[in-house]
């Protein structure tokens, strides 16, 4: 068994120490366990479980701090970015997407799922999947967000869309139109 940090905002650091320093995703993901449900007392809210929507985290009180907030989605990136394998990675995903609501999962926690799932992706070869998530990606106007002055590096979505994307549009000689919108052929790999 893991042993959990004492602050919160440690468990950044020990989730990402255990996936690339250990080499122990499955400690890593009981870690993050441990963050849920001893840490911000997450509860599992199952009242539209009859209808097939999956169940929520939530907590009814107190409200998240910011620490709290910025610690989970620092996690939930990290776990997805550092997965084994693309189905840990896209499991993440579709955990964080489904399960997760306000203030915890916000668009910019999207975003960094995204580029991390993107990262992944790309890391394993996996280029037609990437271009998907690509799509995605200017769908949701990844590229038009402006960063976060209070979020620091984390929230520099756009840059770090570019240049994850960038590995997988050469691979299919595509790169960025020049409105942002879309994809488009092309025979020189210059950066977009």
């Known amino acids: 068994m893991v042993q959990a940090p004492k602050h919160i905002s440690a468990f950044t650091y020990a989730i990402k120490r255990l996936c690339t320093v ?10 993050f366990h441990t963050l849920l ?7 599992i809210h199952a009242d539209n ?9 939530t907590r009814a009180q107190p409200p998240f701090t910011d620490e709290e907030i910025m610690t989970f989605q620092k996690c939930m990136s990290t776990l997805i970015r550092y997965s084994p394998n693309t189905e840990f990675a896209l499991k993440y995903v ?4 489904s399960h997760f609501d306000a203030p915890l999962r916000t668009r910019h926690l999207e975003h960094s799922a ?4 993107i990262y992944v992706l790309h890391t394993f070869k996996a280029y037609n999947e990437a271009l998907d998530f690509i799509r995605i990606g200017l769908e949701r106007g990844i590229l038009f967000d402006l ?4 979020r620091g590096r984390f929230d520099q979505s756009a840059d770090i869309f570019r240049s ?4 997988v549009l050469v691979y299919h000689k595509l790169r960025f139109s020049d409105d942002n919108l879309s994809l ?3 025979n020189s790999y210059r950066r977009t």
């Open 22 to 31: 250990d080499n122990d995703f499955p400690a890593a993901e009981e870690l």
């Open 37 to 43: 449900f001893d840490r911000l007392r997450l509860l």
């Open 49 to 57: 479980a009859a209808d097939n929507v999956p169940a929520k985290y």
């Open 94 to 97: 579709c955990f964080m997407l």
């Open 114 to 117: 995204l580029i991390n799932i």
């Open 147 to 150: 960063p976060n002055a209070n």
């Open 164 to 167: 994850v994307c960038y590995p």
């Open 184 to 186: 488009e052929p092309t």
